[in-house]
């Protein structure tokens, strides 16, 4: 699905935006900069926390579409391995996999490191009215300080899934795979920054989410790659058809 050069360009790229990323939560203040404007100091609260877009909508509502979405790709993923359909092509059954696993791995690897991450969310900062201690990331808590789990965004993870989208246009259309990959991520930082203004995430939490989606979906598309490869023997090519997407 991915030409060599476009898979070194790929792998370079999300080394490149994990070093960046990690330099903005351990060498700038972006993080508390954003925070701090979205942060009512008169009332002593996140003024969108509340809000119907910020909280029931997008927190909610769309949460709950997303995982809908999710199931249903899973659930035709695991009913296609039960009962294979003979007019679903190699290729085609290869993409369905790969959006079906990472509607799962992409939630649940971001639930686990967050699960193991000792970060606060903002609104629990003393600087915010809370009580906790504010730590970058691999930095040590101060003693006595409780580990805050909030560390990847868990909530953009919901949306984050669908950059896997990308792959129902390999390998004939790169172009578009790109665009629906660009859509997917800002979808993702979209659901994120409105996790953000309610004071439930700092900016670099939302694009670690992003980046562990993006490394993800890659090392998804090279396993199947190579599955493929492996297969090459057994089994017959795309049509040209799935080959265009």
């Given at each position: 699905?991915?030409?060599?050069?476009?898979?070194?360009?790929?792998?370079?790229?999300?080394?490149?935006?994990?070093?960046?990323?990690?330099?903005?939560?351990?060498?700038?203040?972006?993080?508390?900069?954003?925070?701090?404007?979205?942060?009512?100091?008169?009332?002593?609260?996140?003024?969108?926390?509340?809000?119907?877009?910020?909280?029931?909508?997008?927190?909610?509502?769309?949460?709950?579409?997303?995982?809908?979405?999710?199931?249903?790709?899973?659930?035709?993923?695991?009913?296609?391995?039960?009962?294979?359909?003979?007019?679903?092509?190699?290729?085609?059954?290869?993409?369905?996999?790969?959006?079906?696993?990472?509607?799962?791995l992409v939630p649940l690897v971001t639930s686990l490191l967050k699960s193991r991450s000792?970060?606060?969310?903002?609104?629990?900062?003393?600087?915010?009215?809370?009580?906790?201690?504010?730590?970058?990331?691999?930095?040590?808590?101060?003693?006595?300080?409780?580990?805050?789990?909030?560390?990847?965004?868990?909530?953009?993870?919901?949306?984050?899934?669908?950059?896997?989208?990308?792959?129902?246009?390999?390998?004939?259309?790169?172009?578009?795979?790109?665009?629906?990959?660009?859509?997917?991520?800002?979808?993702?930082?979209?659901?994120?920054?409105?996790?953000q203004l309610r004071g439930a995430h700092f900016l670099t939490h939302t694009l670690w989410?992003?980046?562990?989606?993006?490394?993800?979906?890659?090392?998804?598309?090279?396993?199947?790659?190579?599955?493929?490869?492996?297969?090459?023997?057994?089994?017959?090519?795309?049509?040209?058809?799935?080959?265009?997407?």
């Open positions: 699905m991915l030409s060599s050069a476009a898979t070194r360009r790929i792998a370079l790229g999300l080394a490149a935006c994990a070093l960046l990323i990690y330099w903005l939560g351990s060498w700038t203040d972006v993080d508390l900069r954003l925070a701090d404007a979205m942060f009512d100091r008169l009332h002593g609260v996140f003024p969108w926390r509340d809000a119907w877009l910020a909280d029931t909508f997008n927190h909610r509502i769309l949460k709950t579409v997303l995982t809908v979405m999710a199931s249903f790709v899973i659930a035709a993923a695991i009913a296609d391995a039960a009962w294979p359909r003979e007019r679903l092509g190699h290729v085609q059954r290869l993409r369905l996999r790969i959006v079906a696993l990472s509607a799962v000792i970060a606060h969310c903002p609104w629990d900062l003393a600087r915010y009215c809370g009580a906790e201690p504010y730590v970058r990331i691999f930095e040590a808590l101060p003693l006595g300080a409780s580990a805050g789990h909030c560390l990847p965004a868990g909530h953009a993870s919901s949306a984050l899934w669908l950059v896997s989208v990308l792959v129902l246009w390999l390998p004939g259309s790169p172009r578009k795979a790109m665009l629906a990959a660009v859509f997917s991520l800002a979808a993702g930082f979209a659901v994120g920054w409105m996790q989410s992003m980046w562990i989606a993006s490394a993800i979906v890659f090392a998804l598309v090279l396993y199947a790659q190579r599955a493929r490869r492996r297969n090459a023997e057994t089994i017959p090519d795309a049509l040209p058809a799935e080959r265009a997407g």
